[in-house]
């Protein structure tokens, strides 16, 4: 079974680093590739720009996406995640400081899988991260992958 990889998409640096930490401390070991705005995460999911010579029919696992990036915002990446066919049915899960009700209702209506508020206490945080992994990456079967002919 190949390493599933985790796209996160985060711009805030002590946050990445937070996020990465309870990911190795609850031991989810998995290649975390990160995009600090929403056009880097759009040029990794399809092989653009700097991620040219990467293969965009091998997906991420999941990605984490953050709202609030700069250059696109996280809606707006989820929102062409589910406008592509080869991007559809990839599990996205908002991970926010947003406590907004119409960023929870956006990210829903644009197609997220889930919406997590990041714990502002390290602990919390660090529990959170843990079920995210353990549901996404161990327990939830995604969508088969297409063939490719």
Same mark, same amino acid.
């Given at each position: 079974?190949? $390493?599933?990889? &985790?796209?996160?998409v985060?711009?805030?640096? +002590?946050?990445?680093?937070?996020?990465?930490?309870?990911?190795?401390? $609850?031991?989810?070991?998995?290649r975390?590739?990160?995009?600090?705005?929403?056009?880097?995460?759009?040029?990794?999911? *399809?092989?653009? =720009?700097?991620?040219? +010579?990467?293969?965009?029919?091998?997906?991420?696992? !999941?990605?984490?996406?953050d709202?609030? !990036?700069?250059?696109?915002? =996280? %809606?707006?990446?989820?929102?062409?995640?589910? $406008?592509d066919?080869r /991007?559809? %049915?990839?599990?996205?899960?908002?991970?926010? /400081?947003?406590?907004?009700?119409?960023?929870?209702?956006?990210?829903?209506?644009? =197609?997220? $899988?889930?919406?997590?508020?990041?714990?502002?206490? *390290?602990?919390? *945080?660090?529990?959170? &991260?843990?079920?995210?992994?353990v549901?996404? %990456?161990?327990?939830?079967? =995604?969508?088969?992958?297409?063939?490719?002919?």
């Amino acid at each position: 079974m190949k $390493n599933k990889i &985790i796209l996160l998409v985060e711009d805030n640096q +002590d946050d990445e680093i937070l996020t990465i930490r309870a990911l190795s401390k $609850n031991n989810i070991l998995n290649r975390v590739v990160v995009a600090r705005d929403g056009a880097e995460a759009l040029d990794y999911l *399809f092989g653009r =720009g700097d991620y040219a +010579d990467r293969d965009p029919t091998d997906l991420p696992e !999941l990605v984490l996406l953050d709202i609030n !990036l700069p250059k696109l915002s =996280g %809606l707006e990446v989820l929102k062409q995640i589910r $406008n592509d066919p080869r /991007t559809r %049915l990839l599990p996205v899960v908002m991970l926010t /400081t947003s406590n907004e009700e119409r960023d929870r209702l956006g990210s829903y209506q644009l =197609g997220a $899988n889930s919406f997590i508020r990041k714990p502002v206490d *390290f602990s919390q *945080f660090s529990e959170a &991260i843990r079920q995210l992994g353990v549901y996404w %990456l161990v327990l939830n079967q =995604g969508p088969p992958h297409e063939q490719k002919n």
